[in-house]
């Protein structure tokens, strides 16, 4: 089940200026209509985590969104946050699916599919505000007004407002048509997919973020036109989306070695910001805000992460906290995502990765220098694009709990019972005085917990699992017990089975009465039925 999506979304900014309706300006009703129906498209990974946003428009009162191709790429899924009210956060609210995605035109559209809590919606129910289309072109000089969320840190929907400039024509489905405008509006990165109207309140076009030179596909500053979009949707091409695959296996070179260039290639990454202890999704961590080029990978997965090492160089390496998709194979923290460009020269001005400082390593205390690299590369291959090291400093927090499991002894006997016996560290920081409560818990290989049908009460969990717990309390701040044991009996095992069944094993440690809140990696072993 997805988890809920909390975001907190600062006040909306409507600029001080506006004025009442005139021949070519917007009114204050059309304003508040408008920013009803301009979304914040978050794409999520498979993990249900968001890791890029970009903005969107509902032209149907069913659910039907406009954005940009580049909005959508290496989404899994994509969550929908609405304003119900100007002058109040935006909030989650949908969560839709891809219905278009053009392999040519930066254009996708999206379709509301359910609600906040993930349940499935009958999108026939809804009636939400539309912006109406512009039937006819643009001018050179008309006014124009551009909607959108800016970036996710800063997620205001804010107005531009300026003139086109330039109107630039292209073919497309065989016809000459107004492709793209030009403007001198203000268009900042985030706006991408987001909403243009002339002074009717009509939509004339979508900003655009991503460019292309050689095919003029998303220059930076540019809208792409309703005439473009109509051509899209006319064309009725669609393409599949590009999947959020493992995590890379390779370990990541410490070393800056600049940017990669081969020929008509060339890969460039650099970080924006780097920002310390942000709250993102009830998590405090570091957030990083890169922008990617891409020349000549039109078409081509490439891998795009952030790594973290101490000063010396040293890959810092996660803690058993995190999830697998947050260490590389040999362990150090990461965060990775798959992008694929769409045009030739393509440029990700704002992809941004979340980093919680719950993944990093535990056991000291203090603070301690560290920097984040940013790294890209063709999936599959080593990393060849490298940022320069942005420097932070890591403390460790003042209460710290450490289980891991040292090794498993098969077959041994312990007051007459034969078992298995698993040895654990445990390590705690600041916990001096306070009831913890450790735990053994069992699974088979697939992740399902073994039954505790044939165990007594004190050996299954509420849920009938086995399990060995006991409590323990820390005598000193940092106290430490180097072999800490758990014998778990083969009979408490199911029955009825024979041959050799793989499974694994993980520890666990919580204040007592409390959820467990720190555990180790898991630990395989083979249980052998005669």
């Known amino acids: 089940m997805k988890k809920l999506l909390l975001f907190i979304i600062v006040a909306l900014l409507i600029l001080p200026s506006i004025v009442l309706a005139q021949s070519d300006t917007l009114s204050r009703d059309e304003i508040n209509h408008i920013s009803n129906s301009v979304v914040l498209v978050l794409a999520l990974d498979s993990n249900g985590n968001p890791f890029a946003s970009g903005s969107g428009t509902i032209i149907d009162p069913s659910g039907v969104i406009y954005t940009n191709r580049h909005v959508v790429e290496g989404g899994s899924d994509f969550a929908i946050l609405t304003l119900d009210t100007v002058g109040e956060p935006a909030k989650l609210a949908y969560y839709a699916k891809p219905t278009l995605v053009h392999p040519d035109v930066d254009f996708a559209e999206l379709q509301i599919n359910r609600d906040a809590n993930g349940r499935a919606i009958n999108a026939n129910s809804l009636n939400l505000p539309v912006i109406a289309l512009a039937d006819a072109p643009a001018q050179i000089g008309d006014r124009i007004y551009v909607f959108g969320y800016p970036s996710l840190g800063d997620a205001h929907l804010v107005m531009t407002s300026g003139s086109v400039t330039t109107i630039e024509n292209d073919t497309l489905n065989g016809s000459r048509i107004p492709y793209w405008y030009q403007t001198d509006a203000q268009i900042s990165p985030g706006n991408s997919g987001g909403l243009v109207v002339n002074s009717a309140g009509q939509m004339i076009g979508i900003p655009t973020e991503v460019r292309s030179e050689q095919k003029t596909l998303g220059r930076l500053g540019s809208i792409l036109t309703i005439s473009a979009i109509r051509g899209a949707l006319a064309s009725q091409q669609t393409v599949a989306l590009p999947t ?131 790294q890209l590369g063709v999936d599959g291959q080593d990393l060849s694009a490298f940022s320069d090291k942005s420097a932070f400093n890591y403390t460790y927090p003042d209460k710290q709990l450490i289980i891991d499991i ?70 000193h701040d940092n106290s430490e017990w180097n072999d800490y044991w758990f014998f778990l009996p083969y009979k408490y095992f199911p029955d009825n089975s024979t041959g050799d069944h793989d499974a694994y094993a993980d520890v666990e440690i919580g204040l007592d009465a409390q959820d467990f809140t720190s555990w180790s990696l898991e630990e395989s072993f083979t249980l052998t039925y005669n």
Do not use: C
């Not at 891409?294 to 795009?304: E, F, I, Q, T």
């Not at 160089?313 to 965060?335: F, H, K, L, M, W």
């Not at 719950?358 to 056991?363: I, L, M, V």
């Open 244 to 374: 959020q695959l493992a995590p890379m296996t390779q370990v990541p070179q410490a070393n800056n070695q600049g940017n990669n260039s081969s020929g008509s290639q060339q890969l460039k990454i650099s970080i924006n910001k780097l920002e310390d202890n942000v709250t993102y999704d009830n998590a405090v961590g570091i957030m990083v805000h890169v922008t990617a080029t891409a020349d000549g990978y039109n078409g081509v997965p490439l891998r795009a992460g952030i790594f973290g090492f101490w000063e010396d160089g040293t890959p810092i390496v996660a803690n058993n906290r995190a999830s697998s998709d947050a260490r590389t194979s040999e362990g150090q923290i990461t965060v990775q995502q798959i992008v694929t460009p769409g045009y030739d020269d393509t440029i990700y001005r704002d992809m941004w990765f979340f980093i919680p400082y719950d993944s990093f390593p535990d056991g000291h205390t203090g603070q301690f220098p560290a920097y984040i690299q940013a």
């Open 406 to 475: 040292s090794n498993i002894e098969q077959n041994v006997e312990y007051n007459k019972i034969n078992g298995m016996k698993v040895h654990a560290h445990i390590n705690t920081l600041g916990y001096q005085g306070e009831k913890l409560r450790v735990g053994l818990f069992v699974y088979w290989k697939d992740g399902t917990p073994i039954p505790g049908d044939n165990a007594p009460d004190d050996n299954r969990t509420t849920s009938g699992y086995l399990t060995v717990q006991d409590t323990i309390t820390p005598s």
